[in-house]
């Protein structure tokens, strides 16, 4: 069993920045890849950025790349994503997860709500 837990949300200005934060408990945290998924009102959830075991390989969905940096310490078992120059568009909920086995992160495929670990989530709301 993992749980994990999102923090650093809120409400921010376009243009400004926001660092989430996402700490696991359960199995051995650097075993596994983790990502970031987002789900804005009345959309799909949608594929963020992954970052692998060790830390040094990331994967973003094209329109965040520029902008948003993903990172994981092992150590404290937690993992990051620094949002810079927002937009009105990256208002949603952003979830943490990781899977319950090796399987590799791509930028189209979204878990179902029972496959892998998510969070709860934590909301951005990007005023204008």
């Known amino acids: 069993q993992v749980i994990l837990a999102e923090s650093g949300g809120g409400l921010v200005q376009a243009g400004g920045s926001l660092r989430l934060s996402c700490a696991a408990s359960?199995?051995?945290?650097?075993?596994?890849?983790l990502a970031w998924y987002r789900q804005a009102p009345g959309k799909e959830r949608e594929f963020v950025a992954a970052?692998?075991?060790?830390?040094?390989?990331?994967l973003y969905q094209d329109y965040v790349k520029d902008s948003f940096t993903i990172s994981r310490d092992n150590g404290k078992k937690m993992m990051y994503l620094q949002l810079n120059n927002v937009t009105t568009d990256d208002t949603s909920v952003y979830y943490c997860?990781?899977?319950?086995?090796?399987?590799?992160?791509?930028?189209?495929?979204?878990?179902?709500?029972?496959?892998?670990?998510w969070g709860q989530g934590t909301q951005i709301t990007v005023s204008s």
């Open positions: 970052i692998n075991w060790k830390g040094v390989i990331t």
């Open positions: 997860h990781t899977m319950h086995n090796r399987m590799k992160y791509s930028r189209t495929y979204v878990p179902t709500r029972t496959y892998g670990y």
């Open positions: 359960g199995r051995p945290f650097g075993s596994h890849d």
